[in-house]
Structure formats: structure tokens, C-alpha cells
């Protein structure tokens, strides 16, 4: 029977609320988004005591409407299931409106290298059963270390870190397959293929963690792919991360195959020496990695072999794999992975003449390249530079090569790193062969090279290149140019320039000592066209579902900007810096970008408690906290917010999601980095620490006009003294959680002696600020306790008349802007003034940014900067969602069981809406305003939805009201 449903109208303190409520039935209530550990359907799950999630749909939206028992079934196969058969596990029926995390609780353990299927039934809040859920499936992993027993780490023998490897193995099957997974592990990305297709359709596999201490493994499905008889399980390699400056790694791969045929006879295969390997038709562009040098690929289509992960190629002359040991946790791939998130056409073909080519893709993106060419010889070589500036050939040497074979329509794709930028450059090259191509003559001009031990000596080799190229080749090296000058004393050189022309174009090559130097062409037969040149976004595939929209163009722009830019950042399972020049993951972005933009706009459950994890990988032993993660960096550079990144992203967690197996990961990292701190505390006050470096001890870094605040500097100092406070305070709650009772006492101690101890040192009376008095040093000692209540408010409205006269704009660096953003929140009273300033394009602000024509964040509040790809600034859609529509997490009731409404209507806009995924289901809270101001109608109009088995406090004109679940409306 479809439920029947009327309107009523409450009048309470002035305000019309208009809700709805069920007279006849509840049959519309039911269980879905079914979640095992976060994930939908995952593959690969590796706990013995998974945890289950739902959510109930109630399309009524039924007031009070709520889960009063459930009852799940767990089977080992689909049929038993839907029999009503739970083999595994019948919780039976059990009373409690708990649907997040719920923990498995069967007698039997789970068995690796299996599939279970589950549906949950729920009963609502008159008792009444609803139908079953539809059915949903999780695939374990290797639940224990001796499940990888018999898999060797094996390698190529003898390839040079560069080169990409192809391994394949020949499998029988004797029937049928049924249910059967790889595990792949790798120290390195790779590509599974099974039968020469491509086991899915993730990429740069697997997401990235501490080498050191973990290493993810990837289960795939491969049953949908094999066949009764022969197979062959290949994979193509890189040596990815290890790579990376500071480690000294081999490349490994670890392959462990499980799963049961249609006879119901156990199937399993391992990596060892009998698997083959060989080097591939790509190679990675250099060898170590780092901080403006990551490199690309190249390409040679000329090696290409598309049958070498068949089952039917000969692969005897193909070297057998050799093993190596590791010590090193496997730890199941836990997270969505990387993914193609979004096509990219061209939108101009830009001739720059001299055979270089323009590629706009229209706004920047990070991820892969897709540029089909035509008209080329074998042996032509393209250069690909990728920039985020129409300026610039190449950002940051991320150059990528492409050889042709001299076919058509060859195709240069990404397939082991990515590209960051709006604009591909490409550039031809063509071999010279004995000083001839095509007819054309080569003219050599002038080459000339200077002494090492005299740098500004050159000597004239010009008649030796001649007669050397004239003899027959175009490939040479210095030695080749001293001998044919005839005087020893050059036989060390530092650089050999020649500069000659083809058909009257100039051209210039550089070679220094014992390199060899290659006389190039340039033409293209068949320009690069519109329609072949195609980007794709590359990012961790986090599921969106948090959105926002407003009447205000500018607002929306920074919403999804700050999208964007996010995305653009978070390729690996980790969000860094920037995805070009660096590509660590930065501490004070992690938390930021939690708070702002992960948690209330994605499905990041999974996602941040592995981020989580990543910072207690990389504690140093004494307590230290690193400034990135996961891999730790060769150099440090940061301070207390970066280094507390795990503490305050596990606190955002919890606030979402009420999880507090997060808040047990972190907690004995937390304690040994407060006991870091304790240590270096002098009369109170913590002090710079590792002074090696005034970058070990940053303040706020990169506020407006470039202030920076540097370890030395009192200003350092005050933040960081802030962040340890802020630390205590979070931590003393994680004690009280846990029922830490006696590290409550300790640290609430400590808190107790450090706050009025900052406010000693860095208070001015004379104008009740901190330190400086910039705005986020006022607004820190609020928000941590450090201002006595007494002195609250003039601190307080110093911020506001800062706002609102001397520095009217965001007056916040990286570091700063999560301090200030939660500010802004919890002060709504401040809500028309941050929509003041968002709704202004001057500098400094993010509407600058958007009235430049930028598709991203730049590194700087500046657009003329070498990173435009950056986030320094993600998180203000954080304040779009939490500030000006309301939607925020109450700390005394976490996880959004009980969460809070309280929008600030504004000025700058006639609308604004927010929807934000809740593990309850969907709050959309949405106001609009009238222009009429006439008192005797109605000028705001609230509207919010409050998902069954939670309730709200919506404040409306300023007024809390306590809600359960349901549709409302209200006016005033």
C-alpha cells in the first residue's frame, strides 16, 4: 500500500514549519547503500571481523522514522543466500539502531581467498520488518602472513632501474573456472592481464605507502577472464616509487593466485623462477626521481609487441625470473584506486612554428596524455612537454618521448606516470644519417667546447664535426671531437655546442663529456589534429557525494575549484602538494583537505583511515613527526601542524564517521609525538625543535603577499605553541574515548599549565591580540582556550574589525587556513563577512584567482608563480558546506547520529543548498532568501532533510530546534 501523507504547520516562536508525517504504513523504509569496511563490494578485504554499514531509504521521509533492530544473513554463495540459508552467519534479530560498523559476528572465522555474500533486514521505528536488502558481496584477501607461503619476490635479472618489464606465467586449468583471485603485490606499479586483457580498470597500481614499513597488495576477480585449459597470467612493470631519492629499493613483484574451479577443486599458483620475463617497448625517463625531476615516459613503438601477454606466444627466448628477499608487511589494497576520472578533449592545436606543436586542454588537469600521430617514419622521435602556463615548453622536466615505428595512427598514452598542466607541447625530431635527410644537406655552422678546468676557455671544433659528420654518421661523442682536434690537453670538456642548419632552419645540440651527440631534423608530414589529442584526469576514485550550489556564479566556482584542485592532487591514495614539482603528501594539506573537502564532499571512510595509518608509518622512533606522508621525504620541512597531520585528520574521522578503531591506530603515535614535544618545552612553552633547520618549525607559511613564518621567528613560535595545545586538547578527548583515564589526568595537566603560559608570553592587552595579531593568531588562542573568557569577545571583534577594514581578505597561508576556516564556522556570526570577502576578485582572495582564468589553486595568492597546480589553499568548500549552509558534525554525538543545521543566510546570494552523505544517507539543508522586506512577510525560506535513524538541531533565525528524522520546512 503506498503511504498517504499531509502536511502540518507548526507554529513555534514566530516561525511557520511545515514537515510531513506517515498516517498509513511504512513500507517505503529500505536498507540499502550496503557497505563491508567502508567499501561497496569490495574485493580484497583483510580483517577477520569485517565491519557492515547501511543505510535506510525512506523515500516518505517519515517523521521520527528510525532502525529499532536488524538482522543479517551472511552465506557462501548467492543461491544460499537468497534461500534464506545463511551458512556463515545469522545474527538473528537484534535489538539496536546501530547500522554503522556493525562488527561480523560468526563462530567461524572467514577463510582467505573467498566470496561471501550478505543482505540485511531492518524493523522500524513501530517494529515492523522491512523486505530484505538486495544482496551484496565482499571477496577476502590473504587473512594470514602463511597465506603468502611458497610466493617468492621475484625481479628481472638484469634491467636497469628505468626499463618497464613484461612477466607472464602459463597456467592450466583442468575445468571451468569458478571463483578465482590474484593477489599482486609489487614494488612498483603494475598492470595485471590476464589472456592479454586487462584484469580492470584501475591504474598506477598499487596506491602508495611507506616502503619502509608496509606495502599494499591488490586482490583481482580474474574468473570472468580465464578458460578451462591454457591461460597465461602477465604483468607489465614499473619500478615506480622506488624510484624515489631517499630509498635504495629493488623493484619486486609477488603474485599469489587462490580460488576454486566449477569442480569445486582448489586452484592456486605462485611467482617463482619459472616465470618469465623480458624488458619492454617503455622505460621511465630517470632513473631517481625527486623534487623537480620526476620525470615521464618514452615510448618506442618500434619494441612494441601487442601478443606478449597471449597464450599463444613464444616467449623462449625470454630470461627466466630471479627472486629476492623482502621483509615488508602486505597489507591489502584497503582503498578505492586510481582511475581515469574524466576525459579531457583539446580545445586548440596552437602552431609555434620551428616543428613545435600547442596542445590546450582547456584547464589543468594531472593524469595521462592520449595523442594519436600520423605521417611519421620510423626512428622519428617526439618530445612532450606538459606546462600549467602557455608560456613555458615544459614545467619542471615532466617530459615524455614518443618513437615512431612508421606506422599510422600510432598512439603516445601514459601508462606508469602522470602529467600535470593545461598545455601539451610537442616537439619532432628527426635522425640525421650520414649528414643527409631526405636530400636535405646538413650545414654545420659552428660547434665549439669549453675546458672544465677553465670554463670560459672554448676551443673552435668546427672543421672536426664537419669532417666527422661529412664522413658518414650523425651520431658522435666529445672523444670523437678531441681526437679530431688533435691537442690532449681538451680531452676533458665541459660542454660541446654545435649549432648548424637543414634547408636554412637552425638547430642547436648540447652533449657533454662521454655522452653522444645526435644531429636532429624537425617537420611534420601531417600536423598533430584537434580530434587526436585527448587528456584523462587521474585520480583516486573517491566517490562524490557532497555537492553545493548557490544563485552566486563566483561562490559556485570556488566550490568546484576547490574540487578540482583536490582531485588533482590525490592520485595515489595520498593528497600532495602538487602533483609536478613534488608530489609529497604533505601534513598541514592533509588536514585541511580532510576537514574541507574529503570528508563531507566524497565517500573517504576507507580513504582517511589508511591516511591515518600513513602518518603513524612514518614516525621517527624518538616521537618525531615527519612534515609528508606516506613516503617519507629525504629532506623535512614543516612544523607542528604538519607533523600532527595524523592526529587531527584521525579526529576529523571520527567526527564523521564515529569510527574509533581510527582513533586506537593513532593513539600511541599521538602520546609519543606529545612526549616529543614535552621534551622540548623550556619555561613552559614548547621550543623550536631540530634547529638544524629553520624549516622544522614553521608557522603559518604562504599568507598573503608571500609572509612566511619561519623556525627562528617569534611568529613560529607563537603557531606551534598553539598547535601543541590544540594537540593536548584533541588527544585529551581521544584518552577520554578510550577510557584513558590516567593519560586524562597527564596531559589536562599539561593543557592546564600551557595555555595561560602562551597567553602570558604573547598576549597585548593594549589591543587584545596574540603575538602579531594577524587574523590567525587571534583566532588560534580562541580556538584552542588560550583566551581567558574575559578577554574572548575584544579578541573576537579585533578579528572582525581586521576582516572588515585593514586586511579585507583571508589573511591565511597553508598552515593557517584550517585554523581560520574552523574560525569562520564556529563564529557564524562572522558568515556575512566571509561571504563579503569570497564574493570579491581583487588579490588577495580566491575570486582573484577565478577572475584570472584559473582552473586550479596556485602555490602562491598569486598567479605568476611556477605551481599553479596546489594545494596551499584547498578547503573552503569546507566553509560552503559548513558555514553558509550549516551542515556540521556535533562533537558529542559523532559520526552525524545527532549532527548540527546552522546556516547563515547572506546577503550575496538569494539561494544556497548543500547536500553531504552522512553514514546515515543524505542532509540537504537548502535556504533561500527573498528580496522583499516587507516584516509583515516571510523573507527566508529553510528547507532540510534529516535521513531516518538520526536526529538534528536546526538553528532557524538564530533559534535551536530539536528534530528527528523527516522533511521540513521552515519560514520566517
Given at each position: 500500500?503506498?503511504?498517504q501523507l499531509f502536511s502540518i504547520l507548526i507554529f513555534f516562536c514566530g516561525l511557520t514549519v511545515i514537515g510531513t508525517t506517515e498516517i498509513l504504513g511504512q513500507d517505503s523504509l529500505q536498507p540499502v547503500g550496503l557497505q563491508v569496511e567502508y567499501q561497496t563490494e569490495p574485493v580484497g578485504v583483510g580483517t577477520k571481523t569485517p565491519r557492515f554499514s547501511w543505510k535506510l531509504s525512506d523515500p516518505n521521509f517519515t517523521q521520527g522514522q528510525k532502525q529499532t533492530a536488524y538482522q543479517i544473513f551472511v552465506a557462501s554463495n548467492k543461491t544460499l543466500l537468497s534461500e534464506d540459508n545463511a551458512d556463515v552467519w545469522n545474527s538473528g534479530k537484534v535489538e539496536s539502531?546501530?547500522?554503522?560498523?556493525?562488527?561480523?559476528?560468526?563462530?567461524?572465522?572467514?577463510?582467505?581467498?573467498?566470496?561471501?555474500?550478505?543482505?540485511?533486514?531492518?524493523?522500524?521505528?513501530?517494529?515492523?520488518?522491512?523486505?530484505w536488502s538486495e544482496p551484496a558481496r565482499f571477496v577476502t584477501g590473504l587473512l594470514?602472513?602463511?597465506?603468502?607461503?611458497?610466493?617468492?619476490?621475484?625481479?628481472?635479472?638484469?634491467?636497469?632501474?628505468?626499463?618497464?618489464?613484461?612477466?607472464?606465467?602459463?597456467?592450466?586449468?583442468?575445468?571451468?573456472?569458478?571463483?578465482?583471485?590474484?593477489?599482486?603485490?609489487?614494488?612498483?606499479?603494475?598492470?595485471?592481464?590476464i589472456n592479454g586483457k586487462k584484469a580492470d580498470d584501475r591504474v598506477l597500481a598499487p596506491a602508495l605507502t611507506n616502503f619502509q614499513k608496509r606495502l599494499f597488495y591488490v586482490?583481482?576477480?580474474?574468473?570472468?577472464?580465464?578458460?578451462?585449459?591454457?591461460?597465461?597470467?602477465?604483468?607489465?612493470?614499473?619500478?615506480?616509487?622506488?624510484?624515489?631519492?631517499?630509498?635504495?629499493?629493488?623493484?619486486?613483484?609477488?603474485?599469489?593466485?587462490?580460488?576454486?574451479?566449477?569442480?569445486?577443486?582448489?586452484?592456486?599458483?605462485?611467482?617463482?623462477?619459472?616465470?618469465?620475463?623480458?624488458?619492454?617497448?617503455?622505460?621511465?625517463?630517470?632513473?631517481?626521481?625527486?623534487?623537480?625531476?620526476?620525470?615521464?615516459?618514452?615510448?618506442?613503438?618500434?619494441?612494441?609487441?601487442?601478443?606478449?601477454?597471449?597464450?599463444?606466444?613464444?616467449?623462449?627466448?625470454?630470461?627466466n625470473a630471479v627472486t629476492q628477499d623482502y621483509n615488508i608487511e602486505l597489507t591489502p589494497q584497503d582503498i578505492p584506486p586510481s582511475r581515469i576520472i574524466e576525459t579531457i578533449p583539446a580545445k586548440k592545436v596552437i602552431d609555434l612554428g620551428s616543428g613545435k606543436y600547442k596542445i590546450d586542454?582547456?584547464?589543468?588537469?594531472?593524469?595521462?596524455?592520449?595523442?594519436?600521430?600520423?605521417?611519421?617514419?620510423?626512428?622519428?622521435?617526439?618530445?612532450?612537454?606538459?606546462?600549467?602556463?602557455?608560456?613555458?615548453?615544459?614545467?619542471?622536466?615532466?617530459?615524455?618521448?614518443?618513437?615512431?615505428?612508421?606506422?599510422?595512427?600510432?598512439?603516445?598514452?601514459?601508462?606508469?606516470?602522470?602529467?600535470?598542466?593545461?598545455?601539451?607541447?610537442?616537439?619532432?625530431s628527426k635522425f640525421a644519417t650520414n649528414g643527409v635527410i631526405e636530400n636535405r644537406i646538413i650545414e654545420i655552422e659552428k660547434a665549439v667546447y669549453g675546458k672544465l678546468d677553465e670554463p670560459a676557455a672554448t676551443v673552435d671544433a668546427t672543421e672536426a664535426v664537419k669532417k666527422i659528420v661529412t664522413g658518414g654518421t650523425s651520431r658522435f661523442d666529445v672523444n670523437e671531437i678531441t681526437k679530431a682536434v688533435g691537442d690532449p690537453k681538451y680531452l676533458f670538456v665541459k660542454t660541446l655546442t654545435i649549432n648548424y642548419k637543414v634547408d636554412g632552419k637552425p638547430h642547436t645540440v648540447s652533449v657533454k663529456d662521454g655522452e653522444t651527440a645526435v644531429l636532429l631534423y624537425d617537420e611534420w608530414k601531417q600536423p598533430p589534429r584537434l580530434e587526436d589529442c585527448t587528456a584523462y584526469a587521474v585520480s583516486t576514485d573517491l566517490k562524490r557525494t557532497g555537492y553545493f550550489k548557490s544563485s552566486n556564479e563566483l561562490f559556485n566556482k570556488i566550490y568546484e575549484t576547490d574540487i578540482w584542485t583536490f582531485l588533482a592532487n590525490t592520485q595515489e591514495g595520498y593528497t600532495s602538494d602538487c602533483p609536478h614539482r613534488e608530489r609529497c603528501g604533505y601534513g598541514e594539506v592533509a588536514t585541511a583537505c580532510s576537514w574541507g573537502l574529503g570528508l563531507p564532499n566524497f565517500d573517504t571512510g576507507a580513504y582517511y583511515r589508511k591516511v591515518v595509518r600513513d602518518w603513524v608509518d612514518v614516525q621517527t622512533d624518538d616521537g618525531w613527526g615527519r612534515h609528508v606522508a606516506p613516503q617519507p621525504n629525504s629532506v623535512h620541512w614543516g612544523g607542528a601542524m604538519w607533523a600532527s597531520a595524523g592526529m587531527n585528520v584521525a579526529m576529523h574521522h571520527y567526527q564523521h564517521y564515529g569510527d574509533k578503531k581510527v582513533i586506537e591506530t593513532i593513539y600511541p603515535a599521538a602520546k609519543r609525538w606529545l612526549e616529543f614535544l614535552n621534551a622540548n618545552t623550556k619555561d613552559g612553552l614548547l621550543q623550536q625543535y631540530r634547529k638544524q633547520n629553520d624549516g622544522h618549525?614553521?608557522?603559518?607559511?604562504?599568507?598573503?603577499?608571500?609572509?612566511?613564518?619561519?623556525?627562528?621567528?617569534?611568529?613560529?613560535?607563537?603557531?606551534?605553541?598553539?598547535?601543541?595545545?590544540?594537540?593536548?586538547?584533541?588527544?585529551?578527548?581521544?584518552?577520554?574515548?578510550?577510557?584513558?583515564?590516567?593519560?586524562?589526568?597527564?596531559?589536562?595537566?599539561?593543557?592546564?599549565?600551557?595555555?595561560?603560559?602562551?597567553?602570558?608570553?604573547?598576549?597585548?592587552?593594549?589591543?587584545?591580540?596574540?603575538?602579531?595579531?594577524?587574523?590567525?593568531?587571534?583566532?588560534?588562542?580562541?580556538?584552542?582556550?588560550?583566551?581567558?573568557?574575559?578577554?574572548?569577545?575584544?579578541?573576537?571583534?579585533?578579528?572582525?574589525?581586521?576582516?572588515?577594514?585593514?586586511?579585507?581578505?583571508?589573511?591565511?597561508?597553508?598552515?593557517?587556513?584550517?585554523?581560520?576556516?574552523?574560525?569562520?564556522?564556529?563564529?557564524?556570526?562572522?558568515?556575512?563577512?566571509?561571504a563579503n570577502i569570497l564574493n570579491k576578485t581583487e588579490f588577495p582572495g580566491y575570486g582573484y584567482f577565478i577572475d584570472q582564468g584559473e582552473s586550479t589553486?596556485?602555490?602562491?595568492?598569486?598567479?605568476?608563480?611556477?605551481?599553479?597546480?596546489?594545494?596551499?589553499?584547498?578547503?573552503?568548500?569546507?566553509?560552503?558546506?559548513?558555514?553558509?549552509?550549516?551542515?556540521?558534525?556535533?562533537?558529542?554525538?559523532?559520526?552525524?547520529?545527532?549532527f548540527i543545521i546552522r546556516p547563515v543566510i547572506v546577503d550575496e546570494a538569494t539561494f544556497a543548498e548543500a547536500s553531504m552523505e552522512s553514514p546515515y544517507g543524505q542532509i540537504f539543508c537548502r535556504w533561500t532568501r527573498q528580496n522583499d522586506k516587507d516584516k509583515n512577510k516571510n523573507n527566508v525560506t529553510l528547507s532540510v532533510i534529516i535521513p531516518p535513524n538520526t536526529t538534528a538541531t536546526i538553528y532557524v533565525d538564530g533559534k535551536p530546534i530539536e528534530v528527528s528524522s523527516g522533511k521540513y520546512e521552515f519560514q520566517w
Open positions: 500500500m503506498k503511504s539502531d546501530q547500522s554503522v560498523l556493525v562488527p561480523y559476528g560468526g563462530t567461524n572465522n572467514l577463510e582467505s581467498s573467498r566470496e561471501y555474500f550478505w543482505k540485511v533486514q531492518v524493523f522500524d521505528k513501530n517494529g515492523k520488518p522491512t523486505a594470514n602472513p602463511s597465506d603468502w607461503d611458497g610466493a617468492a619476490w621475484i625481479k628481472y635479472p638484469s634491467a636497469k632501474r628505468t626499463q618497464h618489464l613484461w612477466f607472464r606465467k602459463n597456467i592450466h586449468l583442468n575445468n571451468e573456472p569458478h571463483a578465482i583471485f590474484v593477489h599482486a603485490a609489487s614494488l612498483g606499479h603494475h598492470e595485471l592481464y586482490t583481482y576477480d580474474v574468473s570472468k577472464f580465464l578458460k578451462k585449459g591454457d591461460n597465461t597470467i602477465a604483468v607489465w612493470f614499473s619500478s615506480g616509487w622506488t624510484s624515489y631519492d631517499c630509498l635504495e629499493l629493488s623493484p619486486l613483484l609477488r603474485i599469489k593466485i587462490n580460488g576454486t574451479d566449477s569442480a569445486n577443486q582448489t586452484v592456486t599458483f605462485k611467482s617463482d623462477t619459472t616465470w618469465r620475463c623480458t624488458i619492454s617497448n617503455s622505460a621511465d625517463t630517470v632513473e631517481i626521481f625527486s623534487a623537480n625531476n620526476n620525470g615521464g615516459e618514452i615510448v618506442d613503438a618500434r619494441n612494441e609487441n601487442p601478443d606478449w601477454n597471449k597464450p599463444d606466444f613464444d616467449d623462449s627466448l625470454w630470461e586542454f582547456g584547464k589543468n588537469f594531472t593524469g595521462w596524455l592520449n595523442l594519436k600521430f600520423h605521417g611519421l617514419s620510423a626512428g622519428d622521435k617526439i618530445t612532450i612537454g606538459s606546462a600549467d602556463d602557455e608560456k613555458s615548453f615544459c614545467d619542471f622536466d615532466i617530459r615524455n618521448f614518443f618513437i615512431s615505428s612508421g606506422k599510422d595512427d600510432e598512439i603516445f598514452r601514459n601508462r606508469f606516470s602522470y602529467v600535470a598542466g593545461r598545455y601539451a607541447n610537442l616537439e619532432l618549525f614553521l608557522g603559518d607559511w604562504l599568507a598573503p603577499h608571500s609572509r612566511s613564518e619561519f623556525g627562528n621567528t617569534i611568529q613560529a613560535v607563537y603557531f606551534n605553541n598553539c598547535v601543541y595545545a590544540m594537540n593536548l586538547e584533541t588527544f585529551i578527548g581521544f584518552a577520554k574515548l578510550l577510557e584513558r583515564n590516567d593519560d586524562v589526568a597527564l596531559y589536562s595537566e599539561r593543557l592546564e599549565k600551557l595555555r595561560p603560559a602562551i597567553h602570558a608570553q604573547f598576549y597585548n592587552a593594549e589591543n587584545a591580540t596574540y603575538c602579531t595579531g594577524t587574523q590567525v593568531q587571534n583566532a588560534f588562542a580562541i580556538l584552542t582556550g588560550i583566551t581567558p573568557d574575559n578577554e574572548r569577545t575584544k579578541t573576537a571583534t579585533f578579528i572582525h574589525n581586521d576582516l572588515n577594514s585593514k586586511h579585507p581578505y583571508f589573511d591565511m597561508g597553508s598552515s593557517g587556513l584550517i585554523v581560520l576556516l574552523k574560525y569562520f564556522v564556529a563564529h557564524s556570526e562572522e558568515g556575512k563577512t566571509v589553486w596556485a602555490e602562491d595568492w598569486i598567479i605568476d608563480v611556477s605551481s599553479k597546480i596546489h594545494t596551499c589553499y584547498t578547503g573552503i568548500a569546507g566553509w560552503l558546506i559548513k558555514g553558509l549552509c550549516g551542515i556540521q558534525p556535533d562533537a558529542e554525538h559523532p559520526g552525524y547520529k545527532h
